[in-house]
């Protein structure tokens, strides 16, 4: 009894935050994915106290289904569900480990079955207008054209590409370093046109770009500073207005593209996988249903036995 007391002295913020540095330093968590953590463990803090649990040890497996509950009653979408209720069990797996709970109380919780939507890609047609988009005589217009042209050719995160140093180029090999989640390395391909635009880029790019930490990165703004996921999607909904493109896309449709064309290409699906960086082929596997239902409709109007 001693021992239960004395591990459910914890505080909820001295929780949190030691959680969060774990993340961050032992697990790799990206910036996004940390902001992710936080404001779902805020949100269970906030259910917890208003429950009496006023310290993270003292809530029972009964009392978080009723926070798992209140999330579907609340109408979460079941992603969203399941992505709190993966950062409870990550939060007090973390509190066995570091002694402030026995037993894990999140572990009997389950998530909701997700429903896979299928990603939303640009056709061929759409890719290269919207390339053509940005205005290359104008130095702005020569870096935008260079990070579009780098997300289609490599298959970069939004995130992964705003890390990106010079050091991380290789211009003679056509090859980026890229950091992906849980601080995994993989290698990304610079295809002709996009080596042609980032050097294009290079020859222009401002003087006051100054080395930051010892790291030149690849992609900045007009002061010299690092690139930010916002400005990346600024600039892409800047694009495709010119472009005329009306369909709704954010910077991982850039993404989803390169996947499903490099498929519908023949492309192996396993290289498609190391590509993207994806642990799983499980997760590679859902732009084969794209690629499936092409394929359907191709027999569909071609086969003469089709109807």
Request: aromatic residues 6%; glycine residues 8%.
């Amino acid at each position: 009894m001693g021992l239960r007391r004395a591990a459910s002295q914890e505080t909820f913020s001295g929780a949190i935050e030691r959680f969060l540095r774990f993340m961050a330093s032992e697990r790799g968590a990206s910036p996004l994915t940390l902001k992710s953590y936080r404001e779902d463990l805020l949100q269970l803090q906030e259910f917890l106290v208003s429950a009496a649990c006023f310290m993270p040890g003292e809530a029972s497996s009964t009392i978080l289904r009723r926070f798992a509950g209140g999330l579907h009653a609340a109408g979460y979408a079941a992603s969203t569900v399941a992505r709190k209720l993966a950062s409870t069990r990550s939060f007090y797996t973390f509190g066995q480990r570091e002694g402030w709970v026995i037993a894990n109380p999140a572990k009997p919780l389950r998530s909701p079955k997700r429903a896979r939507k299928l990603p939303k890609f640009l056709t061929g047609d759409e890719i290269s207008r919207l390339l053509a988009a940005p205005q290359s005589a104008a130095v702005g217009g020569l870096r935008d054209r260079a990070i579009l042209e780098l997300m289609y050719s490599s298959g970069v995160r939004v995130q992964e590409l705003v890390t990106l140093n010079d050091a991380d180029l290789d211009s003679r090999g056509g090859t980026i370093r890229v950091r992906g989640k849980g601080r995994r390395e993989r290698m990304g391909i610079v295809g002709s046109h996009a080596h042609n635009a980032i050097r294009e880029w290079l020859a222009v790019r401002p003087r006051q770009a100054m080395a930051q930490n010892g790291s030149q990165p690849l992609f900045t703004n007009r002061f010299g500073n690092r690139l930010s996921v916002r400005g990346i999607g600024r600039l892409l909904e800047k694009h495709l207005a010119t472009a005329d493109l009306s369909r709704r896309a954010s910077p991982h449709t850039l993404r989803h593209s390169f996947a499903t064309h490099l498929l519908d290409a023949g492309a192996d699906i396993r290289s498609v996988q190391e590509l993207l960086g994806h642990k799983s082929l499980v997760t590679t596997q859902i732009y084969t249903h794209v690629t499936t239902t092409k394929l359907l409709d191709v027999f569909a109007k071609a086969h003469p036995r089709a109807r």
